[in-house]
């Protein structure tokens, strides 16, 4: 019953901030916009150095958000 859940914890513990937030941090950044003040910009840069399923959710993100800067462009 505890398992999956200490695992989690043990994962983000020198963090203490989940793949969830993070990522309203990435798409804050791909938007341009400032990070959340629990994730600054160095913490998440740390994070994506460690966390691949974030970084490749970031390049996801981008990507979605250049395809729909192309479709409104000319
Ligand atoms: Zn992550």
Request: net charge negative.
């Amino acid at each position: 019953m505890r398992s999956g859940i200490a695992a989690l914890r043990g994962i983000g513990d020198h963090v203490g901030v989940c793949c969830a937030q993070f990522r309203v941090a990435v798409s804050a950044r791909v938007d341009g916009e400032a990070p959340p003040p629990e994730v600054p910009d160095a913490v998440l840069d740390a994070h994506l150095l460690e966390c691949p399923e974030c970084r490749r959710w970031g390049e996801r993100a981008r990507r979605l958000r250049e395809l729909a800067a192309g479709l409104d462009g000319p």
